[in-house]
């Protein structure tokens, strides 16, 4: 009989799930048994170990990433009608959490290297502008690589923006040895399950070291209830719930060895695929990536994709289409300066299989799979 060839998924939420069942099935049951399931003794926890493991003041469970970012826009003041600048190569969450917050994202084009925020870009849009200067900023770290946050930071001290770091990919990932999420006025993750440090189901958090803004995000996360439930400023809804904070809990007691299995089979795609005559990720020696995303880049993407295909190895495309040309946005949305290497970049992405559970075997049959690819197009 022969063996049914396995397909190599591009994530798994499942296998991260499996990893650890035993501690996730006993959270689940101690909040079944506890009989408080809405901002009760979970959420506060994970909010003081997730806010411990980064090394920051103030974190605040919030229903998702996207709802983090809103919480993290209302809390610096952010009001209909200011400008918040993003990128438009990004989860559109970012884009379509400016709107919700009743700003305009005004999105800008990405350091051709990095896929992040390009801060020489930043710095002529700031220096050229004619329209009423912008509220904020939101770098994402796309892919767990981070923005330049040095060069950002500083743009926005000598323009008066506060700046909202998008975490959502990059859980535990560091710059200079300082965690991202860290660097700005407030930061946003997303407990997504596909993510690095993933829940199984929706879930978010903003964190922060300015108590003032803590307090805000506190406050609009439930209606603006104060101690009372006396509605002192308008909020949303927005928790965590119980069962997601005791989930996450024991997942973060994993983050570290999880992002190192990642490195791993990053390297291990590093090395092999040196002569493959594709465009790997950055590397340098002060970021310490934790690739949310393996993304390698190739004119012949959508080739190289449809030969994986045909070995049972998946990949995917994050994301094929910049948010400025979606139906939603093109023709509306504000955009600075060219989005030229946005709009290049789209269409040579591609994401290998990436996730801490990937063996690597299966790594090791990736490598060799797109090496093939490239000897036949020789
Ligand atoms: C960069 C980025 N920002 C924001 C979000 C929004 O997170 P959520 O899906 O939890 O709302 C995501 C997740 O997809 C993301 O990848």
New binding site residues.
Partial sequence: MSAIPSVIAQCDPKAGYLACKDRIDAAIARVLESGWYILGREVSSFEQEFRDYLGIGHAIGAA???DA?ELALRACGVEPGDRVITVSH??V??VAAIERAGAVPVLIDIDWQTFCLCPDVLQNILERSDRPSPKAIIP?H?YGYPADMPDILDLAVRYGLYVIE?C??AHGAGLQGRKLGTWGDLATF?F?PTKNLGAIG?G?AVVTNKPELAEKVHLLREYGWDQQRISRIPGINSRLDEMQAAILREKLKGLDEDNEKRRQIARLYDEGLQESGLMLPPQANDVDAVYHQYVIRTKNRDDLKSWLRDRDILTAIHYPVPVHLYPAYQGRIEIAGSLRHTETVVNEILSLPMYAQLSLTEAEQVVEAINQWRKQKD
Avoid: K, R
């Fill in positions: 998702n990433g996207t970012l990004t989860a969450a970012t994402v796309l998008d959502a990919q997303s997504y929706d978010g």
